[in-house]
């Protein structure tokens, strides 16, 4: 006789199925689970094939995670072993950064490590990274309460009561006026509201960044978290959006999706190309359009100058500013001397520090301050 507390035993692999999916990314709600064992429940299943059909419904794995998805499902319900289960992927987020239209071949692909750091390459290195994101530091935290009241504010389309307005407050002039026999005394005036601007941050994950990559996407993480309306990609030799996985509360399990989502850690450098991606698709377009633009990056781009130099100039063209962080500018005498550097600078409205996480939240803390004065 079972205790009341233990669940029966032909619900094991269920839950076991469930809690397989969680740990391997996918989204497996406890009411997705409830709602598995209810239409196998209502199936009454006569095979696998019909447990498997509903798992498939409820569950609703992307097709670019089918493959991972049917090895869970053959680990718990038929005991076969598991493979090395496919990197986190993204909907369709991820852009590669060359046109195979042109006629050229598409980037090659290393066949032995190289250290990383040391220098931009034109190759593509596709590969998985970890995040470390176990504490939040002073600066992040800094972010977090200053975020709201130092960032680059607009006027938004909503009125308020304001003692500084240009537009009368007619409904209220009339509600003081009832109280004093219709008489105005003083007509109430209304001012825009403000609100925070949109925010772009680009953020270079190349192997020049690679020793800033955790850091870089931490502080990307706390000003997501901080603010409603950021929108984060990375540019290597590919354009990838990590906006959706930054929105996780929890900083450690956001920057592991983010660490799946990113194909092209500390790889090459094709910054022109990726941002050229960028402008290929419509609703990232529409992100840049009167946004406050961060580009974290040291500019050694081996893609070519021109395509960098078109992409920064209709970038600049779409943003209210742009502000790009380069770990080498935190030297008293640093100069853009690279080909990259030099391609961007007539579009760029500053080049700040961007080698530690303090850097780059002083930096876009105070751009604001900065630009009015």
Same mark, same amino acid.
């Given at each position: 006789m079972t205790s009341g507390n233990s669940l029966p035993?032909?619900?094991?692999?269920?839950?076991?199925?469930?809690?397989?999916?969680r740990a391997h990314g996918f989204l497996a709600a406890p009411e997705q689970t409830q709602s598995f064992v209810a239409a196998v429940g209502l199936l009454g299943p006569r095979s696998m094939t019909d447990i498997y059909r509903a798992a498939c419904a409820v569950f609703a794995p992307s097709?670019?995670?089918m493959d991972e998805f049917d090895a869970l499902f053959r680990l718990v319900f038929h005991g $076969?072993?598991?493979?090395?289960?496919?990197?986190f992927a993204g909907d369709d987020d991820e852009v590669e950064a060359y046109d195979?239209?042109?006629?050229?071949?598409?980037?090659?692909?290393?066949?032995?490590?190289?250290?990383a750091g040391l220098e931009a390459t034109t190759l593509e290195r596709l590969g998985a990274r970890r995040l470390e994101g176990s504490s939040e530091g002073a600066a992040l935290r800094?972010?977090?309460?200053?975020?709201?009241?130092?960032?680059? $504010?607009q006027r938004s389309r909503r009125w308020r009561r304001s003692k500084l307005g240009r537009r009368p407050d007619l409904r209220r002039a009339v509600r003081l006026s009832l109280r004093r026999d219709g008489e105005v005394l003083q007509l109430p005036v209304m001012s825009r509201r403000p609100r925070l601007r949109n925010i772009l941050l680009l953020i270079d994950v190349s192997g020049s960044m690679a020793q800033q990559s955790d850091s870089n996407l931490?502080?990307?993480h706390a000003l997501t978290r901080s603010c409603q309306r950021v929108e984060t990609f990375t540019l290597g030799t590919r354009l990838t959006r990590l906006t959706r996985a930054l929105r996780i509360r929890n900083r450690a399990q956001a920057l592991s999706a983010a660490a799946g989502l990113v194909a092209d850690w500390d790889g090459g450098t094709r910054l022109g190309e990726a941002l050229q991606a960028f402008f290929n698709v419509p609703r990232f377009v529409s992100t840049a359009r009167g946004a406050f633009v961060v580009v974290v990056s040291d500019g050694l781009e081996r893609g070519g100058s021109e395509p960098l130099a078109e992409a920064a100039e209709r970038l600049s063209r779409l943003a209210w500013s742009v502000l790009w962080l380069n770990p080498l500018a935190g030297d008293a005498d640093y100069r853009p001397e690279t080909e990259g550097m030099r391609a961007v600078l007539p579009f760029v409205d500053r080049i700040g520090a961007g080698a530690h996480t303090h850097q780059l939240v002083d930096e876009v803390l105070s751009f604001a301050r900065r630009s009015a004065a």
């Open positions: 035993r032909a619900l094991e692999p269920f839950l076991r199925f469930a809690g397989a999916l097709p670019e995670r $076969q072993t598991l493979g090395a289960p496919a990197p195979a239209g042109d006629g050229g071949a598409p980037p090659l692909e290393l066949d032995e490590p190289e250290e800094a972010l977090r309460r200053r975020a709201n009241a130092a960032l680059p $504010q931490a502080f990307a």
